[in-house]
């Protein structure tokens, strides 16, 4: 390897030792480091760390192509905002979750030091993710944009429910009345989904999640499709707008938007340390088997 990227949104005081030790095993290695400009500038004032030998990076050029890895340092939502830039490049990510619950950064930050030889020799899994492609007849917004967990419409500055008319390859599916629906991947099953009653998706399915936010109709429940089916959603709202949420970025849009889904033709790719099992991750995350009576 001679190129690796490091990015994270947030610089922790206590994570001051780690990011030291870090870097200098990377630069023991002679690679060429790359750091988002504005992580550079939290290393920096946070930290108070400065080394000349790093380089920087902008969101907006992206990596160059021949970058090995990038390291993001921090939670899902890290990598989730990682994948803004990364896109089509298939630079792999190695998520290290110095935050609290972590499906995709599932490295924690006890352990980077010990496996990163490991990862940079190249001993490592990569897991492939699909990604959602969202286009939109909206003007105001740049299109297509990409989301890794979810793309949801939801209701904006009313109480009132709003309606969605959803097409599955321009056939009628159904009107939901309800506060939102999602658009879910695999990856995603475990976020916002799950969290109203979607169902946990083996990231490996080639599959889509369509689950409503709060229905009014009881018999409305979440639909799996295949993952090569082109969605299309028109949304009715009493305030004449509604909100897009991809991932973590959310976007205001005029009930004339109309949203179109589709998967991506390209995938992410996410490092995997040597004995790292998803169902065991799994297991924990959700605390299954630590109920007190047992």
Known sequence: MNKIGVY????????????????????????TVLVCDTYLQELETVLNYKNPNLLSFSKKDGLPKDTDLLFTFGGDGTILSAVTFIKGSHIPIVGVNTGRLGF????????????????????CNISERSILEVNSTAKSLL??????NEAAVMRKETTAMITVDAYVNEI?????????????????????????????????????????IAPHNLNVRPLILKDDVEIRLKVH???????????????????????????????????????????????AKLHWGSDERN
């Open 8 to 31: 994270g949104q947030v610089v922790k005081e206590e994570d001051k030792e780690l990011l030291q030790s870090f870097f200098q095993k990377l630069e023991e290695q002679n690679l």
């Open 104 to 123: 995709l950064a599932t490295l924690q930050k006890t352990e980077i030091l010990k496996e990163l030889p490991r990862i940079l020799s190249g001993h």
């Open 143 to 148: 299109f297509p944009s990409y989301a890794i």
């Open 172 to 212: 009628s599916l159904n009107t939901f009345w309800a506060d939102g629906l999602i658009i879910s991947t695999p990856t995603g099953s475990t976020g916002y989904s799950l969290s109203c009653g979607g169902p946990i998706i083996y990231p490996k399915a080639d599959i889509f999640v369509i689950t409503p």
């Open 237 to 283: 709202s009493r305030s004449q707008q509604y909100s897009l949420s991809l991932d973590s970025r959310y976007h205001t849009m005029d009930e004339q938007d109309e949203i179109i889904i589709k998967k991506a033709n390209f995938k992410i790719k996410i490092v995997k340390y040597k004995n790292y099992s998803y169902f065991e991750n799994l297991r």
